[in-house]
């Protein structure tokens, strides 16, 4: 038997956890970090100093809750370990359980050894709607065609699975190589994408070392803004219906879905 003063305590301890311990505060411990999934980066002389580009992948594990207000941090140190090149990068909004593809470019005094990503923690936002309401935005008739200076032009066009207009949306191209390793990336912006409408896009990776060979280009789309508003709103206005044509046979005079199948009497 448990005395009446161990018993007291014990109720007491359990009443400051609750109260110390909100129902958000606790889901937030719950919750997943982003995890970068890869990243490649790119070195290249040019007239102002070097030109560092880089290419990342962030992953969203957490299948109800957006994560926002990220930003990447790009670090080049040279062969001595010194710090040339740091830049901050606020990235676009992580979709539940989905993924974020994000490039960028920069330019440092002394050349990098080294570039590295990593990212500061997001704030986490709980989804106004279920995941499945966030489709993704189709990308279609791709097209990746190298240049004379190396450089490589991805074409292709971007549709819109929403009623609403997409007001700006990211296009974000990743460069791989036979083996699937990433070597590169760029994004463009497309702006006022209505349903029904694709518009064109066009992008181009530049920085890959001479001798570079693409095998395989992936494209994906995306709102534009470090918060969830932009796709929760789309999402809100509802999808475009898959079936727009009225059908042209004759309806069934009766029910089918209402028969009921009885066996037979033997």
Not at 49 to 58: E, N, P, R
Not at 209 to 237: D, F, H, I, N, Q
Request: with cysteine; proline share 9%; glycine share 10%.
């Amino acid at each position: 038997m448990i005395p009446p003063s161990r018993t007291v305590s014990l109720l007491a301890l359990g009443a400051i956890c609750l109260a110390g311990c909100s129902p958000e505060e606790t889901t937030q411990q719950q919750l997943k970090p982003l995890t970068l999934m890869e990243q490649a980066s790119t070195v290249a002389k040019s007239d102002d100093g070097y030109t560092v580009t880089w290419a990342a992948v962030l992953a969203n594990g957490n299948p109800w809750h957006f994560g926002e207000h990220v930003v990447a941090t790009v670090v080049g140190k040279d062969a001595g370990g010194r710090e040339v090149f740091r830049t901050d990068q606020p990235l676009d909004a992580v979709p539940p359980g989905g993924s974020l593809t994000f490039t960028g470019h920069g330019v440092a005094t002394a050349q990098p050894a080294k570039v590295s990503v990593a990212y500061r923690p997001a704030q986490w936002r709980p989804a106004a709607r279920v995941p499945s309401s966030f489709r993704p935005f189709p990308v279609s008739r791709v097209q990746t065609l190298r240049q004379k200076d190396g450089s490589y032009l991805v074409t292709g066009y971007v549709a819109n699975p929403y009623q609403l207009p997409a007001s700006s949306l990211v296009v974000s191209a990743l460069l791989r190589d036979s083996a699937g390793k990433l070597l590169g990336g760029g994004s463009a912006f497309v702006d006022d994408v209505q349903a029904g409408r694709p518009p064109r896009f066009i992008l181009t990776v530049a920085g890959l070392p001479p001798g570079t060979r693409v095998a395989k280009t992936e494209v994906s789309a995306r709102t534009w803004g470090s918060t969830a508003r932009p796709y929760e709103e789309l999402a809100m206005g509802g999808a475009v219906p898959l079936h727009t044509v009225k059908p042209t046979t004759e309806p069934f005079e009766t029910d089918r879905g209402s028969q009921v199948s009885s066996p037979s009497a033997e």
